[in-house]
């Protein structure tokens, strides 16, 4: 349930499941446009270098938001599952479903090992925004994944700010077979976002914060 995940979003994993998002397809991302492109590759540059005793399980993908494999794929799982309560499925992450998200500059990339993964993602948004924090009924439900029942968890962590804004979350999903933990980060720097999904069956606060440090150091160099 822990194998890396070429989605950004941490609704793919509440609402689909870790098993439902690695078996969608991703459909093919069309060309984005030269402007585009080049933002984007200016964002690799905030991107977390391959973690100590992991390796590159997917990208850097660059390209508009909206258009790139990893944000096709969690829709996709998105879709396919049946939650408690489908509002929570975009809940205090960024919406790709609106024209100014989906046609943002943005680079993911994901790393594995045997204890799990970590995705990230940085977009750059046409003007500062931020999503707001999770609803009170997202924060303990069920969902139909592939047949079985998957309950999930959320707190809010107290996490020093980073940033403009930041917020981070740990959930608990507890299905018929397998556990696990996933650890969420976001973080503004005016017009940037950082999203970060950190998977194991056990994930610590303090080792998601020490990421977040060092994504926070990262998203400050890159020039708006």
């Not at 690799?44 to 391959?50: G, N």
């Not at 975009?90 to 790709?96: E, H, K, M, Y």
């Not at 959930?171 to 970060?196: C, D, F, H, P, Y």
């Amino acid at each position: 349930m822990h194998k890396a995940i070429p989605g950004i979003f941490l609704s793919t994993l509440v609402i689909a499941g870790c098993s439902s998002a690695e078996e969608a397809a991703p459909p093919a991302a069309s060309a984005p446009p030269a402007q585009s492109s080049a933002a984007s590759a200016k964002l690799r540059a905030a991107l977390l270098p391959v973690p100590k005793g992991m390796s590159v399980a997917y990208g850097p993908e660059l390209g508009e938001f909206g258009a790139l494999k990893s944000t096709q794929q969690g829709l996709e799982a998105v879709r396919k599952a049946r939650a408690q309560h489908p509002e929570c499925a975009g809940a205090a992450q960024l919406d790709a479903a609106k024209p100014e998200v989906a046609k943002s500059p943005a680079a993911v990339v994901a790393f594995s090992a045997a204890r799990g993964s970590i995705t990230q993602a940085v977009v750059s948004l046409p003007k500062a925004a931020f999503p707001e924090p999770l609803p009170k009924q997202c924060a303990d439900y069920t969902a139909d994944v592939g047949g079985a029942k998957v309950t999930y968890r959320t707190k809010t962590l107290d996490m020093p700010t980073k940033g403009d804004q930041s917020r981070a979350y740990l959930t608990t999903a507890a299905g018929e077979k397998n556990n696990a933990q996933i650890g969420s980060v976001m973080i503004r720097r005016g017009t940037l976002i950082m999203s970060m999904l950190v998977v194991g069956q056990r994930v610590k606060p303090q080792g998601l914060y020490e990421l977040a440090n060092l994504a926070d150091q990262n998203l400050a160099r890159v020039k708006p």
